[in-house]
């Protein structure tokens, strides 16, 4: 049989329990911008994707002192 014509087989999705990761950082502003090119709106896609899918909330803080 060709390789390409096997099913891959899904692993099973993780469930975080709603769970939030803080990403802690020197450069984000206070309030989350609009995506200003592609690449921006591209990364926001796929963190929403990923959050919805995996059950959890990402939130990208500024590290201040």
């Known amino acids: 049989e060709d390789e390409a014509e096997k099913p891959v087989e899904e692993e099973p999705v993780a469930d975080l329990g709603g769970m939030e990761i ?4 020197w450069w984000s502003p206070q309030e989350p911008a609009e995506p ?4 921006e709106e591209a990364t926001l896609e796929y ?7 995996y059950n959890f909330t990402i939130k990208q803080v ?4």
């Open 36 to 39: 200003t090119n592609a690449m």
């Open 22 to 25: 803080i990403i802690g950082d």
């Open 62 to 65: 500024a590290v201040s002192d």
């Open 47 to 53: 963190r929403q994707m990923i959050q919805e899918k």
